[in-house]
């Protein structure tokens, strides 16, 4: 291993110790741009690494409201601004359980990469909060979101910091953090949030982009082998924004997609999933993908028992994790490879563990990379801050049409990338390299800040 790679990654594991997720994102990126690093010497002397996974700036604060039985609730909000090198903060707002520092910056870093490799003039960052929606009545998560945008809305702005949704925050709460954040400023800044409803200044295929931009990622790089996305059969976890609009490209690229998961657990139905009742019962009904059962009860669901889920252990010719970080283990890359897995893509941030990663690699099996497969939904995001700039909406077509593009030109780029540093192929090198070489080159002409 490169000696500046070595010790920057023993210098990560010392700086954040209990940070798991983070040292795991910072070595997936370190371990491919060797080839980089053995050809600049110049990114040492500019302490390029050193500076590049250290963030810009970490604001936590404290979240209280009040719930609908009148009982005070607290809980804690992040905003990880961690790099503006080509752009203002740019990445969503994520309420979950689960939220913590550690995943908030490896979220933050992946980002940057992630932003960078779109082409377009945006920074990283990444917040939320440990807030749980699931259960919530409406009234309290608007009492949450517009709590926790009263501490938010000072370190945001439409071209200093500009969140969005992921995982617990869509449609509703960008509403909410929204409306909040034009009461206390008394001002429309259309930019500062992205994936806004449509009636306000959203951008239409803002919700599909992400499921939408991996099937083309995924298209080009099937493409590259040889082969195509019709006829096969696809398995996505997940059943949220990114899943549900990945299956419904898949369908029009003339996959078969048979099986989709929640937390709990995942359905198999062999004659292909009925998207329009996974919409019901996640988009209007907020309900468990068991369900799907109401409506089909000839399919099958399997009740996730363990670490690993029970999707990863149906046939199937691609796969797509897109539900959540570290989901896809060893274990279940070990799986899907007997079962005969010809391509995976990265829905999720991270969704697939190194081991996994390394496996797929070492084992001839394409890997679409999360910061370049689904980076879809930002870019999409970015044309939104566009049209808010310019107070002009595109036509579904017009967006569209632009995000394609962009997913096929992040696919030419890692392609590249892979080939001039000997990597062929090895699409998570590719996108590495790409987006780091970009970084690097912007930190050294902006100086020592």
């Known amino acids: 291993m490169n000696s500046y790679i070595s010790r920057m990654l023993d210098l990560t594991q010392q700086r954040n110790a209990n940070e798991p997720e983070f040292c795991q994102a910072v070595k997936e990126v370190l371990d491919s741009i ?19 996974t250290e ?3 970490i604001v936590t604060f404290r979240v209280s409201w009040i719930d609908d039985n009148g009982k005070i609730q607290v809980n804690r909000g992040y905003r990880i601004q961690f790099s503006s090198l080509i752009g203002p903060y740019k990445g969503g707002l994520r309420f979950h359980p689960s939220v913590n520092q550690s995943i908030m910056k490896f979220l933050g870093f992946e980002q940057i990469f992630k932003n960078a490799l779109t082409g377009l003039p945006i920074g990283g960052a990444k917040g939320g909060s440990d ?38 925050v869509g449609a509703r709460e960008v509403g909410y953090l929204f409306g909040q954040y034009k009461r206390i400023k008394n001002a429309y800044e259309g930019g500062v949030l992205t994936g806004k409803d449509i009636c306000y200044g959203g951008s239409l295929a803002r919700k599909e982009a992400t499921g939408y931009g991996l099937l083309y990622y995924m298209r080009e790089m099937l493409a590259a082998s040889g082969q195509t996305l019709d006829g096969k059969i696809v ?23 048979v099986a989709m998961s929640d937390s709990n657990g995942c359905i198999y139905d062999e004659n292909g999933i009925d998207l329009d009742a996974i919409k019901q019962i996640k988009e209007v009904e907020r309900g468990r993908i068991k369900d799907y059962l109401k409506f089909h009860p000839e399919a099958q669901y399997i009740e996730k028992t363990g670490e690993d889920s029970p ?39 991270m969704p697939c563990t190194l081991e996994a990663i390394d496996f797929f690699v070492n084992n001839g099996i394409p890997l679409a990379p999360a910061k370049a497969a689904n980076a879809g939904g930002v870019a999409t995001s970015a044309i939104e801050m566009s049209q808010n700039s310019m107070r002009y909406y595109y036509t579904f ?12 030109n992040i696919f030419n780029s890692c392609k590249d990338a892979a080939d001039m540093y000997g990597c062929s192929g090895n699409y998570v090198k590719g996108a590495n390299i790409a987006a780091f070489r970009k970084l690097a080159d912007a930190m050294i002409a902006q100086g020592i800040v």
């Not at 053995?38 to 500076?51: C, N």
Request: net charge negative.
């Open 311 to 349: 999707i990863w252990t149906i046939k199937t010719d691609i796969a797509l994790p897109c539900a959540t970080q570290n989901e896809l283990t060893l274990n279940s890359a070990k799986i899907l490879k007997e079962n005969g897995v010809i391509a995976v893509g990265e829905g999720a941030n």
């Open 131 to 168: 807030f749980d929606p699931k259960g919530k009545s409406d009234n309290e998560v608007m009492r949450f979101c517009q709590s926790f945008m009263t501490e938010l809305y000072r370190h945001i702005g439409q071209d200093v910091d500009v969140p969005a949704g992921d995982i617990g």
């Open 34 to 52: 060797a080839p980089v690093i053995d050809v600049h010497s110049e990114y040492e002397d500019f302490a390029i690494l050193e500076r590049m």
């Open 55 to 57: 963030p810009e700036r």
């Open 235 to 257: 398995t996505i976890s997940g059943s949220g924004n990114v899943a549900i609009y990945a299956c419904e490209k898949a369908y029009k690229f003339g996959a078969k997609v």
């Open 397 to 408: 077509e017009e967006v569209e049409s632009k995000l394609e593009q962009i997913m096929i």
